[in-house]
């Protein structure tokens, strides 16, 4: 008997160590988000994230069927209006551009899941994600809003409505709404767990959808909560949510935990555009391996309970997974 453990070991060969891992993802596990534009032909990079496009309706049908040869489960839609308005009626509209892109996505693969982001932030000139009155978000008149954004995407035929708006009452507003409707089926993943981040800075360059005025601290988490992160996901699941979201992913993995220890709904954890936009940055002054990078920093959030990911990492990571 020695004084101590031989922890090397179980890591002495490949075959050993496959055989006591504790987490791994797979390409079931990924949501690849996409952004189309209204209008656009063919497709433009954006900016600060490299791979990531701006697609316009026939693009976006090629990318379809390319994200179902990769055997990429879903997608969630992100729209950008050709026009804006107070009403952010682009958010609601039969023909908007995601209620298009639904239906084209659908005839492409009935099989894709298909979730939308239920927001108003890039349909109104204002870019917040409620209604604006007064200089002031106002809670309760945007719910209607919401809750249309979602029945319509319902209706263009979406199978996950996913709002990001952090408006209270929102989830027990889009349930109520499709039950009268009768789209018993849809299924509501809530962002309920959303902070105030800069890492949504790539983003909102891409869909157009930065605040003009003020910032989103009065709907968004403040960063240091995470008592407070437990509240919201408890009423969003009281309100009639399926899943919930934490995001950002990376550096909130110990909400990620936290939500996964104290409810048993199926949880979800979006990988946002910022923490791509790094990894992006990085690798393309050769500074590090995002070959290597990527698969690790997927498996951090299925260690911290994430059961799916959101990311646009999800192609790449599709192609590499074959060969781990
Ligand atoms: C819309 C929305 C945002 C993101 C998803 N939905 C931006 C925001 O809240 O400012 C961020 C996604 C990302 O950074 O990749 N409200």
């Known amino acids: 008997m020695g004084g101590f453990q031989r922890h090397r070991r179980l890591r002495s060969s490949q075959a050993m160590r496959n055989l006591i891992r504790e987490h791994e993802w797979n390409v079931g596990d990924l949501i690849y ?37 990769l055997s990429i489960p879903g997608i969630i839609l992100f729209g950008i ?16 551009i995601v209620q298009q892109a639904i239906r084209a996505a659908k005839e492409e693969n009935p099989e894709l899941l298909v979730m939308t982001d239920v927001c108003l932030c890039q349909y109104n000139p204002a870019g917040h994600c409620g209604v604006v009155r007064g200089g002031e978000i106002v809670n309760d008149p945007s719910l209607n809003y919401i809750a249309q954004t979602a029945l319509s995407h319902a209706r263009a035929g979406a199978d996950v409505v996913a709002p990001s708006d952090m408006m209270d009452g929102r989830v027990q507003a ?49 960063p240091p909560n995470v008592r407070e992160a437990v509240r919201e996901a408890q009423s969003d699941i009281l309100e009639g949510a399926d899943m919930l979201m934490t995001k950002p992913a990376l550096s909130y993995l110990d909400v ?42 997927l498996t951090s959030f299925k ?22």
Do not use: C
């Open 33 to 69: 988000p996409m952004f189309v534009q209204e209008g656009l032909s063919g497709s433009e990079e954006i900016n600060a994230m490299p791979g990531i496009y701006h697609h316009g309706l026939d693009d976006f049908r090629r990318e379809i069927g390319q994200i179902s040869e």
């Open 81 to 96: 209006p050709q026009e804006k308005d107070d009403e952010s009626s682009g958010a609601y509209a039969e023909n908007g």
């Open 174 to 222: 889009i349930r109520r709404i499709l039950d009268e409707e009768e789209f018993h089926n849809v299924v509501i993943l809530s962002y309920a767990v959303k902070y105030a981040s800069a890492f949504y800075g790539p983003f909102r360059d891409a869909a157009h959808s930065a605040p003009s005025f003020g910032d989103r601290r009065t709907y968004q988490m403040d």
């Open 256 to 297: 990620t935990r936290t939500i996964r220890e104290q409810f048993n709904v199926p949880l979800a954890t979006y990988n946002v555009s910022a923490e791509y936009s790094m990894v992006k940055a990085a690798a393309a002054k050769g500074w590090i391996d995002e070959r290597a990078m990527i698969p690790e920093i």
């Open 303 to 324: 260690r911290a309970g994430a059961d799916f990911i959101l990311t646009y990492h999800a192609k790449e990571a599709a192609v590499w997974r074959k060969d781990l």
